[in-house]
């Protein structure tokens, strides 16, 4: 039997965390009073993702702040065995992006998964101020137009306040096992913003307060999809 739960409160649109209210102090140096809190502050560059590793594995389970400063972040995001950490861009501005359609076969490891953003097997973690998105696109004849921005599998107490989470295709964000919050946050997507794994024994947990889904596929009358998707 399937057991998940999705639900959503109100509705708002985000533009404190967009890129285009960025403020321009600070921003090349990640200082300033909005970086106090942070332990380590990294910015965009061809290294930004094995300095993030490297971060992730000396700061997890300190309850410690790792910040970004404003800009593009090329790349998959992998968090497997991380707790206890809080991931911020204090300025926004933090954008995660991939191009990955839908692997047509299983992964054989973690770091094989097709998602932009990717947390297994992690536990009290805290994201604020990023946006996560997944670029890939189908042509017009592909039906299932799948591009994962985001999964979490087998994860508990992850929360991601102001966040912006989109993709061209479907199945934008995937949980699986896990109990997640979303807060002040926005989804965009084909449809199914929110989706299962389509594991029929999993069990989740997914609550969007004062967020919001933005479907990007024409609704017909005998073609009609949710924003979430608990199959």
Known sequence: MLVRTVSFVAAVTLSSFSSDHVSAAGVAS??????????SVLRPGPNWGGQFNLKLKEMSGQGKQLCFTPGRYDGQVFLNGIHKLNIVAPQGGAVFVSNKPIKTTAPANFEQEDASFNIRDSSDLTFTGISISNNA?????????????????????????????SSSGKSTVVVETSS???????????????AGSGNKTAKASVHAIDSECVINHK???????????TG
């Open 137 to 165: 696109r189908y042509p017009d004849r592909v039906t299932h137009k799948v591009s994962r921005a985001l999964v979490i599998q087998n994860s508990q107490n992850i929360e991601f306040q102001s966040t912006n989470v």
């Open 180 to 194: 997640v919050k979303f807060l002040n946050s926005r989804f965009e997507c084909y449809y199914f913003c929110i």
């Open 30 to 39: 990640g200082t300033g009073p909005l970086y106090n809190k942070c332990g």
């Open 219 to 229: 609704q017909e009358a005998h073609d009609i999809h949710p924003a979430a998707w």
